[in-house]
């Protein structure tokens, strides 16, 4: 277990994105359909096992781990995992620790997260006006993801806010986003809405708010000077001269990242997803379940990765969502 996992275009794969759960307590429009039909639990990975299976990834080569969802804090007893993976925060083998959340459970978890070894965390918030917020998470409650931002803040961890740019639902929020988040000294990443699966006549393209565009309207108000800076994910970083803030920038349409991709996506049931972009798919439940020698897990593993693609599809250059994927985001955590 001492090679490195290098991907065909000899990409190091170093980052895991963890799905734990389908669930969520939220129905964001551009995620989950409204009336969504969950996995069995005896699918799911149970927390032992995926302790085993990011345990073997991290003795890969993997530095950062990603927990995701749906909702990762929805999951009973998650964090008897999070306090686990903490071990190899200690060891040195892992390098970073973090969580991508709804906000809605940070309340609770936040003191929890903190002693477990996570430092940052990311929330999805694509708006600050409380009916509009309503309308996108469809059983979101905007107060309470305040209210979660505020105990993350106060339990030490570091807040960037993740925003879906949607045309017609946030453009005229973007200057309000960015003031709000330079105030509260949190750092703002805005992503390009993706073709990922039949949500009942979502429009897509109509959705489609290119970040280029958000960039521009950007540098109507601010100075906008671009960074070098890398944090093992997809954006692409500006800072702005006035605030001080950081604003990332993800672009799988407009611009995407695929050349420097050093990811996997691991979902709750043990399918490992080499592109977000692309239906092909490992499955490493059978042979975790198969066989207590990490050996099987690790070849099964180092096959997934010889089959990494050099890139996603997505498209949306002749109106229409070309490269769409069937599965939900929650399936594979985003």
């Keep these: 277990m001492t090679e490195p996992l290098i991907d065909p275009f000899q990409r190091a794969i170093s980052y895991l994105r963890v799905s734990v759960t389908d669930r969520c307590d939220f129905r964001c429009v551009y995620c989950m ?11 799911l990975l149970t927390l032992e096992e995926l302790d085993r299976m990011c345990s073997t990834f991290v003795g890969l080569g993997v530095r ?21 993976m903490g071990r190899h925060l200690e060891s040195g083998a892992l390098q970073e620790l973090t969580l991508t959340t709804n906000g809605s459970q940070l309340s609770r978890f936040a003191d929890d997260l ?14 600050l006006d409380e009916e509009k917020f309503g309308r996108v998470t469809r059983w979101g409650r905007l107060p309470q993801v305040l209210k ?16 879906v740019a949607l045309k017609g639902f946030n ?4 200057h309000t986003l960015v003031d709000w988040c330079a105030e509260r000294d949190m750092d703002l990443t ?3 809405v993706m073709p990922m699966g039949d949500l009942g006549g979502e429009d897509r393209v109509g959705q489609f708010w290119s970040l280029k565009d958000v960039r521009a309207r950007l540098a109507e108000r601010f100075t906008v000077t671009e960074l070098t800076k890398r944090t093992g994910g997809p954006a692409r970083y500006v800072r702005l001269g006035e605030t001080g803030q950081e604003i990332g920038f993800i672009t799988p349409l407009s611009h995407n990242f695929c050349e420097s991709c050093n990811r996997v996506r691991l979902t709750c049931t043990g399918e490992l997803y080499m592109c977000l972009g692309q239906e092909d798919m490992a499955d490493l439940r059978t042979p975790l379940r198969a066989s207590e020698d990490d050996r099987v897990l690790e070849q099964a593993i180092r096959a997934a990765i010889s089959l990494k693609p050099k890139g996603h599809d997505f498209d949306y250059s002749r109106q229409e969502a070309g490269g769409q994927m069937t599965r939900h985001m929650s399936h594979t955590g985003g």
């Design 64 to 84: 950062k781990l990603r927990i995701t969802g749906g909702e990762p804090l929805v999951r009973r007893d998650i964090m008897t995992f999070f306090r686990a």
């Design 190 to 192: 805005f992503i390009e």
């Design 33 to 43: 359909a409204e009336n969504m039909q969950f996995l069995p639990k005896k699918e």
């Design 114 to 127: 903190y002693a477990a070894g996570v430092r940052r965390v990311n929330v999805s918030l694509d708006t």
């Design 148 to 163: 979660g931002i505020d105990a993350a803040q106060a339990a030490g961890l570091r807040v960037k806010i993740n925003t």
């Design 171 to 174: 453009e005229d929020e973007l």
